[in-house]
């Protein structure tokens, strides 16, 4: 394994202080508990493949404990939906619709990347081959919809507030594989631009970040400025997410996540820290990573060489660095809503650990 | 290339008799021009590439003309539409959802069977590589939903009946998804029964062509009768299409289908005869069948000895058989809704088609 090198002091620092945050314990139970009566369906194989997924289960359908990932998304929205003086309970559809759409990216992701583990279990294809993923896939697309679609038989009879909800899931849906779709042009690339980067992380990650405040929000309030506000709280928390990923792929430790250290490099992909050594490094150091990045496959030595150009570069401190610059940018916006106290702090100890969390 | 073998004077008969049906024709031109405006941007190859599977441009993008298929789903929600006395106007976005998702479907249909032609043409996985075939799939799903939700913006303000349409599209994708699910399960195995088989076929092909004819008549009529005549009739006409196609996929010829002969052999799918042979043939025959479907790869000798078992199980005229009967109960249920003949006799002509036809 290639060890961790480079660490900086202020990061190590920064761990120490990096606490859970309390939103993502909060909805918990009840986030689970919605998600799982979403699931329930028996008669065909495929829905214990989802549960699976989703960390209720074993490969043999047995059930388990405590491998279910963050609930960052239905956090997000039953959050918002609280922060506004609405009724959690009428953002609950909506918050489980954004997480089966989080794991339904998920499981194609996998495929796509090859990937045989999430959370050190074996992912769906590695299991149960790649067409059974693809289809399960699908399936939890569609889970999401009807779970939407849901609110209606939730005594909710307001059927303008359900297709808006509905419309803002599709939108954020269509934006979201159109960065899925970025990224893999963007693959063994070595001209990406930091904002063509942008461009793509605020689809690919970001799309569903910011639904999930302002879907949250649109279950709480009519009032147009606040939904604006926590749309545009959500694009820059959406990057701060993904920066903090992009680090986590380049330097993250393989126990907190799961993945070998340096698994972005090896893959090729333009997450980044690669976006910036390829514009920062010397002539030197770019013509080194222009010959690695077209290598048909590359190893620990390439690996090792790419960080060594990076820490020249100085990329590690910019990344994260840039990561909360955008942490500021959210807390800012989410100010203008001119909130009580209480979720002010929440959502400021939330932005941090995103900007600083090792898994 | 294996030569067709075995054909029933009847069929031969049938065959001259075909006519292509006035209702695939007469909302081509509305249908292709809805579908246009559905995938009209251009920020992103990914629509160039669902605009080559639409068949409206080549592989560079370029507009050509008359791939299209056969526009099925859409055509039987519009006369649906019509036919119970509704504005075919209204059920446009509907048509147009569900000729998406048929897309859609047959994109990851593709790169599960490692299909790489349609309609004489590359196959997008063949042309563009997995992922970015998967990523268009799923882009052109959600290009379905926004068709559907699109109604709300053409003036329709019945946002119950646009709420009741969007959750018929989206059980009816899930049982597709399901029927998907099952197919792939079923390919292998040799111990596949009829009501298995039809239980797959319902979804897998089912869903969609009952969708398509329960959704229309939900926009243009709020008669409960009718609703649930026209979602019988779909079920038995999706019957239809699922065995012909079956047929097709052992007998068809290369020249009207695009695909080699025996092609479901040669997969050792489990479609309707390889299930009537392996529970019809002598036992000589049920063993050999067994034999072949457990080796690792077919080739020309195998699917002729297949062939051979179904000419003596008389597997061909069965399911041609079933098909008519589908048919016509198909047209019995039709006539229950009482509506004028020429309805009637447009419908008739359709069914009989999808019973013989040659693509």
């Not at 930091?194 to 689809?203: D, G, K, N």
């Not at 970040?209 to 694009?235: D, K, P, Q, W, Y």
Request: charged share 25%; aromatic share 8%; glycine share 8%.
């Amino acid at each position: 394994m290639i060890l961790r090198r480079g660490t900086s002091p202020k990061l190590e620092h920064e761990k120490k202080l990096m606490t859970s945050p309390e939103i993502l314990d909060r909805y918990r139970d009840i986030i689970v508990n919605t998600l799982k009566a979403r699931i329930d369906q028996d008669h065909l194989f495929v829905y214990d493949m989802l549960r699976y997924c989703m960390g209720w289960s074993d490969k043999d359908g047995i059930p388990v404990n405590g491998v279910m990932g963050k609930s960052l998304r239905p956090s997000l929205c039953l959050f918002a939906c609280e922060a506004v003086g609405g009724n959690m309970r009428n953002a609950l559809p909506a918050a489980a619709s954004l997480e089966l759409i989080h794991n339904f990216s998920l499981i194609h992701d996998e495929i796509e990347d090859f990937d045989e583990t999430r959370h050190h279990r074996p992912t769906l294809w590695a299991l149960w081959g790649i067409n059974k993923a693809l289809v399960a896939g699908n399936a939890l697309r569609i889970v999401a919809d009807q779970s939407m679609e849901m609110m209606r038989k939730n005594d909710d009879k307001d059927t303008e507030r359900i297709l808006k909800g509905v419309e803002l899931l599709t939108e954020a849906c269509l934006e979201m594989i159109e960065g899925q779709y970025m990224d893999i042009s963007f693959e063994g690339r070595i001209d990406i631009t930091l904002s063509q980067y942008m461009s793509m992380i605020s689809r690919k990650t970001g799309a569903l970040i910011r639904c999930s405040l302002h879907l949250g929000a649109v279950m709480g309030t009519e009032n147009l400025r606040t939904l604006e506000i926590f749309r545009r709280t959500g694009t820059s928390l959406g990057y701060v997410f993904q920066i903090r990923d992009d680090i986590l792929g380049i330097w993250g430790q393989e126990e907190s996540t799961g993945k070998p250290v340096g698994i972005d490099i090896l893959r090729k992909k333009n997450s980044l820290p690669i976006v910036h050594a390829m514009d920062k490094a010397d002539s030197k150091g770019r013509e080194r990573l222009r010959e690695i990045y077209s290598l048909q496959s590359l190893g620990e030595p390439e690996v090792l060489a790419v960080l060594d150009i990076m820490e020249q570069a100085g990329t590690r401190d910019y990344a994260q660095g840039l990561a909360h610059q955008y942490e500021e940018e959210a807390l800012k916006s989410f100010s203008d809503a001119m909130l009580p106290d209480s979720y002010k702090f929440d959502f400021g100890v939330l932005s941090h650990f995103l900007a600083v969390r090792e898994y």
